[in-house]
């Protein structure tokens, strides 16, 4: 664009300019004033006073004529639109979503910035990133505009001359209540101002459960606090709510944990309530509210937090048939471990003894078996039974309620011996069904083989990390074992450890020797050897000082309570799950093959979903995958992989319609201000958007032409010239 403009002489300093001008005005009113003692002739002397005065600062500013040929670069803008999940729920100020009134926004202001550059962004969580307009932009779990403005510092782009932010202000960083020196640092990370512009003013009628909290970890049988705070917006009338909190199981309907009344004052309530989980993990509660007539936003009635509960002792039922020496080195190992709180039941007199003494006069005591196994085997986090026949001592009655115990998230490990699997009773049991082995439950069937043997690890025992603390001692090496249970083909999901050299199963395959398993939230090992003792006590024991029987029994007890060493694989929920959308699981294994994953929904039924992928083996790491997830709706889901033939990963976790965003559905106009207030900027509502002040465009020239008007000495001779002349008026007019 070519321009042509007068302009004061280019060697003049802005400082000298000014003083010029400031002069000359001087002059013109000192002018005014002495024109009281004039005695005729006014207009005379103010016009050739005006004149010189013009003349002499013309003189001074020696005027010249530019030709440029310029353009015009507008200021960088950089507009960082809210893409959370609260953008999602309604608006007052245009538009059914505040998305729609944020994209309304972010129109208006490209539209009227006709000399700006203007950068749109979203931020949700981390660096913000090209904002995605529509119903598909509001998806983030967070609100983090700390974290965006931040990023935008640390960028290595063009600095923006300004920034807004549309967004309903309900912003997790930062925080509700920040200080102002907080919300300056923001303004001063860019040294730029904010502007905010909010896209509603108030919130639809809600009742929600805006926040769970726990003091300290979730511990198996321990009781937790739980702290739960409820709110009513709207105009809803809540003057109390009744909390439940429900532990979302797979094998039935959510289990009750508690339940209290939260009284409400001024729209916010807290109530603290006591929940107790019997099975570590990860364990998804429920927590849900009791909502008055006319909410708005029923999602936001019930949270599901996902607590992994640890485990402070491992509670141990060990029952055995009769004191071998397996049984004994078992019981010495349990013990001795610090971690293990072990009950433990030996039968020593079997119904059919005769003592030849009267009961009153005999030291030892019946067989609890109904106590047991009815009041407290929920308290207990694993049963052995090893050697033990299920019929002379009346726990056959009690076999459906020990398979109840495992679908429920119990362990199970039975371990053989002359009276065990098929010699015990189990075989067409509920109890031999939660195996995972089948066992022969046809009259007659063969119950044991005493031929000694070496078991042989299988393909996916040998990378099976259950054994790793008994590899790192004995390497390959294992005892010769004296005769075998016999047991049947693996179950469908289960894992064949250990095989038999000779023998085989009805299908023609090895005869499973040690094999592991799911069953519903619990799991299970079937041992079918009874020489474990001869990790200890044999000669490979001897060369190892015995420490390979502590080995081989800490990875079976850490697989069966689900300790992450002894997984085959970790999985992760990357970024959490929202419902709607899709969500990616990373899975992480030392082993490699083809992936099979199972997402089943805990509270309620479904049809499980099934994704398949292939992990590529890695020599200098473990192998790593992402699996995508279709969207899920708002519940909770347990996956399930398995990689190869290998044992069964779960992973526990949740999907909320909103979650955090939707906790508190009003919307934070204060906090906007607040920040456009701390940083030097404007705050506008959305019809206000096109009011908002932008940094002036930069003028930059490409070509340029400097002329001047007339020579220097011609603006003095006329200025000395008009001075000579009014002080020729001044005289004639009475002034000296």
């Known amino acids: 664009m070519l321009t042509n403009r007068l302009a004061p002489s280019s060697d003049l300093p802005t400082w000298a300019l000014v003083i010029a001008i400031a002069l000359s005005i001087a002059s013109l009113i000192f002018l005014i004033v002495e024109m009281r003692r004039r005695e005729h002739g006014g207009v005379a002397i103010l016009a050739s006073g005006a004149l010189a005065v013009i003349a002499l600062l013309l003189a001074v500013l020696r ?52 000399n700006s550059r203007i950068s749109t962004f979203g931020f949700g969580s981390g660096a913000p990133r090209p904002l995605v307009q529509g119903p598909g932009g509001s998806l983030d779990p967070r609100s983090d505009l700390t974290s965006a403005i931040h ?12 920034i807004i932010v549309v967004s309903d202000g309900r912003l997790d960083d930062p925080p509700e209540g920040a200080p102002k ?37 979730a511990v198996a049988h321990v009781p937790l606090p739980l702290r739960v705070d409820v709110g009513c917006t709207g105009g809803l009338a809540c003057e109390e709510l009744t909390v439940t909190a429900r532990e979302l199981r797979e ?45 708005a936003i029923p999602e936001n009635d019930r949270r599901l937090v996902t607590l992994n509960v640890t485990r402070e002792h491992v509670r141990v039922l060990h029952v055995a048939g009769r004191p071998t020496n397996d049984v004994r080195a078992l019981r010495q190992w349990l013990k001795s471990d610090a971690s293990v709180d072990l009950v433990a039941f030996f039968i020593l007199r079997t119904p059919a003894d005769d003592p030849q003494a009267l009961p009153e ?57 002359p009276n065990s699997f098929v010699a015990g009773g189990y075989a067409g049991t509920p109890l031999g069904d939660v195996l995972p082995v089948m066992l022969d439950a046809s009259p007659g069937a063969t119950a044991a ?91 490979l024991g001897a060369r190892t000082a015995g420490r390979g029987f502590g080995a081989f029994w800490d990875g079976l007890l850490g697989w069966l309570m689900r300790d992450p060493r002894f997984e085959p694989a970790q999985i992760d929920v990357m970024n959490g799950c929202t419902a709607g959308i899709a969500t990616t699981l990373r899975v992480r294994s030392n082993e490699s093959g083809p992936i099979a994953l199972d997402i089943a929904r805990l509270d309620k039924s479904a049809a499980p979903i099934h994704i398949t992928g292939v992990l590529a083996e890695r020599s200098d790491r473990e192998g790593e995958a992402d699996l995508t997830v279709p969207p899920l709706e708002a ?63 930069t003028v930059v020239s490409a070509e340029r032409h400097v002329a001047p008007i007339a020579p220097p000495w011609l603006w003095t001779l006329v200025a000395a010239s008009l001075l000579g002349l009014h002080w020729f008026v001044r005289r004639r007019a009475g002034l000296v």
């Open 449 to 539: 083989d005493t031929a000694p043997f070496t078991p042989v690890v299988t393909s996916v025992g040998k990378n099976a990390p259950i054994f790793a603390p008994l590899r790192a001692i004995l390497g390959d090496d294992l005892p010769e074992m004296p005769g075998a249970n016999i047991l049947g083909d693996a179950r469908s999901g289960g894992s064949v450890l250990w095989t038999h050299p000779t023998r085989k199963t009805r299908s023609g395959a090895p005869m499973p020797v040690l094999a592991i398993g799911e069953q519903g939230d619990g799991r299970s090992i079937a041992l079918g050897v009874d020489g474990g003792w001869l990790f200890e006590f044999s000669e």
């Open 635 to 697: 519940g909770g889901y347990a996956a399930r992989l398995r990689i190869g033939d290998s044992a069964t990963t779960r992973r526990d976790f949740a999907c909320e319609a909103g979650g955090d965003e939707w906790a508190d559905s009003r919307p934070d106009a204060d906090r906007l201000k607040a920040l456009a207030a701390a940083t030097g900027g404007a705050f506008m509502w959305a019809d206000e958007a096109p009011k908002i002040p932008l940094p002036k465009a």
């Open 63 to 114: 005027p010249v004529r530019v030709a440029a040929r310029e353009s015009v670069i507008g200021a960088r803008v950089v507009v960082l639109g809210d893409a959370s999940r609260s953008m999602a729920l309604g608006t007052d100020l245009g538009g059914k979503t505040r998305a729609e009134a944020r994209d309304r926004v972010i129109a208006s202001i490209v539209q009227q910035a006709q």
């Open 151 to 162: 990023a935008l510092a640390a960028s290595t782009d063009e600095r923006p001359a300004a």
């Open 251 to 295: 094998d039935g309907p959510p289990a009750l944990l508690a339940s209290a009344l939260a009284h409400l004052k001024d729209g916010v309530g807290t109530v603290d309530m006591t929940v107790t989980l019997e099975r570590a993990g990860p364990r998804i509660v429920e927590v849900e509210i009791t909502a008055p007539a006319g909410d």
């Open 361 to 417: 006069d005999l030291a030892l005591i019946p067989f609890p078996v109904d106590e047991l196994f009815t009041e407290h085997l929920p308290s207990f986090d694993a049963v052995v039974l090893q050697d033990f026949d299920a019929q002379p001592y009346g726990l056959e009655r009690h076999l459906p309620a020990l398979a109840k115990y495992v679908h429920s998230g119990g362990g199970l490990i039975m371990v053989g011996g």
């Open 181 to 217: 020196t907080a919300l300056e640092a923001l303004g001063e990370s860019l040294k730029v101002p904010v502007h905010t512009v909010a896209v509603a003013r108030s919130g639809v009628p809600d009742a929600s459960v805006r926040r769970v909290s726990n003091v300290g970890a």
